[in-house]
Every structure is written in C-alpha cells, then in structure tokens.
C-alpha cells in the first residue's frame, strides 16, 4: 500500500536551534517528494520538492531535505529555526502509477519555536 | 500575478443544503486540483481538472463533482451535505497536470 507518515504531530524547539521534521513513506512505484508549509489560515506554499538528481534539496529560507530511497524518507531539517518559522509542515508524495499522479498528504507537523 | 483566489473565503451551510466552492488558476494554469483538509488532517485529494474533464479521482463519494470551464478555472460542488463535509476546501493549479501545485488560501466549509 502506499502511505506517507509523519510520526511527529507537534515539535516545539527554541529559537536558534536545529530541528528535524521526519517523513517517510510507503510505496513500490516510483515517488516525487514535496513539503508544504501552511500558515494559520492560510493556504499551502510550496518548501522544496525532490524530483531527480540529487537527493539533497534546499529552500530560500535555509530549509534542506534530504531523500533517502532505502529508508524511503524525505527528513526536513534546518539548523537554526527563527520565530517566524512557526507553522505546520506537510509532506506530500506523487506515487507514479499507470500513467496518473496521486499526491497522498501526511497528517501534518506543527512546528513551535519558542523565543 | 493574482495567484490562485478561490470563494467565497467562508460558508455556512446546513445538513442536506448543496453548495458550490470556486476557483481560479494562476495565471498561464491549465490545470486545477481539488482538496479536503480536515481539522488537524492533512490535506486529501478529491480530483484533477485537465483540458474541462475529470482526470483523476480520490476516494470521494459521487456527492463531490466538479467542473472546469474554458477558461481553466474550476467550481466544486458537493449535493447532500453532512456534518462530516466540515473543511477547509483547499484548490490548486498547476502547468499541464505538472507536479509543482500552487494553494489557494482555501474555503472554510462549516455544516450544521
């Protein structure tokens, strides 16, 4: 079957300091690899997406995500978190399968930081 | 470039009301996506827009259709409404059924 797991619901982190959002998924088709941040009340916006090439991706705002094939996971990671990256955090993974693309969404990560 | 808009920005309905939520692409868009968030869920797919036909579906039930007009923006309309339909309606455009979607800020759907 094919799923996306985000293990952490809520990730509270002082400001300054690293943090690490986990995403793996399931799946026995090829994949294409997303996160999405969403402000409160507001819509999605794309973060960074793994397509091909090389496994490590960055952001404009210092977030990279790395794909793992063999543990199947797409970690967000950024090593110093500020105030205003205080949001929920989606991962979304396009499962290539007869020809159509489903995008599955994990349940979300709320990531506090704390001044 | 106006993004993605969609409306109306709230609604109230009330169980077995029907209702019909709004889209517009980014500009040079031709494809429209449709999504259900829950409260504390992430987002699930409802189905894809393409050239005005459904190209893919989730598994939602035949309540939810849809509709793409020549110019590429979207309604969504859901018959029979239940309490269960409490979302947030999320649409997204994208390039030729692409991979890189751009949000809408949503519609907050509420039955009662």
């Known amino acids: 079957a094919q799923s996306v797991t985000q293990l952490d619901s809520q990730v509270p982190v002082f400001e300054e300091a690293p943090v690490e959002l986990r995403c793996n998924y399931s799946?026995?088709?090829?994949?294409?690899l997303f996160w999405y941040v969403q402000y409160p009340n507001q819509g999605l916006q794309l973060l960074l997406k793994?397509?091909?090439?090389?496994?490590l991706v960055e952001s404009i705002n210092g977030f990279e995500a790395e794909f793992n094939k063999s543990q199947t996971s797409f970690h967000l990671r950024k090593p110093s978190v500020h105030i205003s990256d205080t949001a929920e955090y989606f991962c979304?993974?396009?499962?290539?399968?007869?020809?159509?693309?489903?995008?599955?969404f994990g349940i979300g990560t709320k990531l506090q930081v704390i001044p | 470039d106006a993004g993605v808009t969609q409306s109306p920005t709230h609604l109230i309905k009330t169980r077995g009301q029907q209702v019909t939520l709004r889209c517009s692409p980014k500009?040079?868009?031709?494809?429209v996506s449709w999504y259900q968030q829950a409260l504390g869920q992430g987002p699930q797919f409802i189905f894809q827009?393409?050239?005005?036909?459904?190209?893919q579906r989730g598994n939602f039930p035949d309540r939810f259709s849809g509709h793409q007009f020549p110019n590429y923006s979207s309604e969504l309309n859901v018959n029979a409404l239940l309490l269960g339909d409490s979302a947030l309606y999320l649409c997204?455009?994208?390039?030729?059924?692409?991979?890189?979607?751009?949000f809408g800020p949503g519609t907050r759907l509420t039955v009662l």
């Open positions: 997204a455009s994208s390039w030729d059924r692409g991979n890189e979607q751009f």
């Open positions: 799946s026995s088709v090829s994949v294409y």
């Open positions: 793994y397509l091909s090439g090389s496994t």
């Open positions: 979304a993974v396009i499962f290539h399968s007869g020809g159509y693309q489903k995008v599955t």
């Open positions: 500009s040079g868009h031709d494809t």
């Open positions: 827009y393409y050239e005005e036909e459904e190209r």
